[in-house]
T-cell receptor
Framework: GNSVTQMEGPVTLSEEAFLTINCTYT??????LFWYVQYPGEGLQLLLK?????DKGSNKGFEATYRKETTSFHLEKGSVQVSDSAVYFC????????????FGGGTRLMVKP | NAGVTQTPKFQVLKTGQSMTLQCAQD?????MYWYRQDPGMGLRLIYY???????DKGEVPNGYNVSRLNKREFSLRLESAAPSQTSVYFC????????????FGPGTRLTVT
């Protein structure tokens, strides 16, 4: 079956630090990959996505590249802000599994001023 | 365009009580989903509906029932609430075509005492 593995949190950074949150996946088909963000007390929002190998998704200064050879989709940001404090979820959608979303466990990011 | 809406936002039940969580979407999506989110466990799929008139079990369906009332609305019912059902519940709807992005509601925080 499909699975998504994320680094466990919490990740605590100082403002303007570089962020990497690791995500690896296993899938039976050729999945689309997503990062969702959940701010405190809110639902999940799509942050970025990539649909094929070597695609780079980007939004709000965050980036992730679809690496088929390493089955990874790591999230990066060059300079985090306090407002980036949230829980980040990596997910995949696989046509071989009815395009259902499979989520990782989430990584909490805390950014200190 | 409200996206995905859920009611209520908060609810406290006593063990054995019943309730229905309501969800509606205005994006004309065919597929809708109910998830629960528990600390450290990410999101787990309870039930989904691929189209109006169909429903299917997800990963954790026990203790729940669903109704796809029409294309817009998908409700989740707890017939006899248990403390193990204390969680945050999210409804989502999904795009009809690739990359099959899901859009989430703001969530219902349920406590069963």
């Amino acid at each position: 079956g499909n699975s998504v593995t994320q680094m466990e949190g919490p990740v605590t950074l100082s403002e303007e630090a570089f962020l990497t949150i690791n995500c690896t996946y296993t899938a039976t088909g050729y999945p689309s990959l997503f990062w969702y963000v959940q701010y405190p007390g809110e639902g999940l929002q799509l942050l970025l996505k990539a649909t094929k190998a070597d695609d780079k998704g980007s939004n709000k200064g965050f980036e992730a590249t679809y690496r088929k050879e390493t089955t990874s989709f790591h999230l990066e940001k060059g300079s985090v802000q306090v407002s980036d404090s949230a829980v980040y979820f990596c997910a995949l959608s696989d046509s071989n599994a009815g395009n259902m979303l499979t989520f990782g466990g989430g990584t909490r990011l805390m950014v200190k001023p | 365009n409200a996206g995905v809406t859920q009611t209520p936002k908060f609810q406290v039940l006593k063990t054995g009580q019943s309730m229905t969580l309501q969800c509606a979407q205005d994006m004309n999506h065919n597929s809708m989903y109910w998830y629960r989110q528990d600390p450290g466990m990410g999101l787990r799929l309870i039930y989904y509906s691929a189209s109006e008139g169909t429903t299917d079990k997800g990963e954790v369906p026990n203790g729940y029932n669903v109704s796809r009332l029409n294309k817009r609305e998908f409700s989740l019912r707890l017939e006899s609430a248990a403390p193990s059902q204390t969680s945050v519940y999210f409804c989502a709807s999904r795009e009809t075509g690739p990359p099959y992005e899901q859009y989430f509601g703001p969530g219902t925080r349920l406590t069963v005492t």
